[in-house]
């Protein structure tokens, strides 16, 4: 079938990752597709056995697989292995091989918006596949303490830091940023917010993961009281780059990255 790419999950219909990525390959001269592909739990297996056969060159991993699928891998990076969850899978030498990018793509962000967590207190809200990311980078790059927030944190195994409940959360009497990994907010859902006003107050900065809405009900009132913001379009172009220098074994220029970045929040206008 050729030169082509996709995204595994569940629910995709409104992903912008098939428009960044052929957007890239134009950037880089090259021919090739990108697909959704959505797909149920019990059928994950297969399915990256088929996209195998197909001649697939890789495919990304989103919501709710980046860690369910890593069962499947051959091999798994050390980062990736570091932080507990997969979103990029290359299909080489007929094997499977898995990658970390969202971490790279958070760090991006943080450094675009100039935002450093180096001594400052985190809150991290979901526990999810891409929180894995935020976590590690969190740790990696010294931040003074995290905690994690779940709505089940009983079900949560994380010996590296705090986890809390959402009820707990209101006992915080402050923190340096707050960043939303959960998809609260998300199109088409876009009037939730992970957690209100009362809990944001809290806070100098709030960042979410979330891209679609550019701005979201929690960054909107994030911005209403005087946080600084940040959403999650920057780290998914910077993934989506990051994923196709591993496909492609190439660098991809800085200014590619940005020309996808500024196109991508004119089309969002």
């Avoid at 290359?90 to 991006?108: E, V, W």
């Avoid at 991290?124 to 990311?133: E, N, R, W």
């Avoid at 790059?141 to 959402?166: C, L, M, T």
């Amino acid at each position: 079938m050729g030169n082509f790419y996709g995204l595994i999950g569940a629910k995709l219909g409104h992903s912008f990752s098939p428009v960044i990525h052929e957007m890239i390959l134009k950037k880089i001269n090259l021919q090739g597709k990108y697909n959704l592909f959505e797909i149920e739990s019990q059928n994950l297996g297969e399915a990256i056995g088929a996209l195998k056969i197909l001649g697939c060159r890789g495919v990304n991993v989103t919501i709710p697989y980046k860690i369910k699928i890593m069962k499947y891998m051959d091999y798994i990076s050390e980062e990736a292995l570091n932080i507990g969850s997969i979103n990029t899978i290359q299909f080489i030498d007929n094997k499977l091989k898995a990658y970390n990018t969202d971490y790279y793509g958070f760090g991006m962000t943080l450094k675009r918006y100039e935002i450093d967590v180096l001594n400052k207190s985190v809150i991290i809200l979901g526990t999810g596949g891409a929180s894995k990311a935020v976590l590690r980078y969190s740790m990696d790059k010294g931040a003074k303490s995290i905690i994690y927030v779940s709505r089940k944190p009983e079900n949560v195994s994380n010996g590296e830091v705090d986890v809390i409940s959402y009820e707990q959360l209101h006992h915080i009497k402050n923190g340096d940023i707050v960043i939303n990994s959960t998809p609260c907010g998300m199109y088409p859902q876009t009037d939730t917010c992970a957690v209100d006003s009362e809990i944001l107050s809290k806070f100098n900065t709030a960042v979410d993961l979330v891209y679609n809405p550019q701005e979201t009900m929690f960054l909107k009132t994030g911005e209403k009281l005087g946080l600084k913001t940040a959403n999650g379009l920057y780290m998914l172009v910077a993934q989506a780059v990051a994923a196709q220098q591993i496909w492609q074994d190439g660098e991809i220029s800085l200014k590619t990255l940005d020309e996808i970045y500024y196109k991508l929040l004119n089309m969002q206008q």
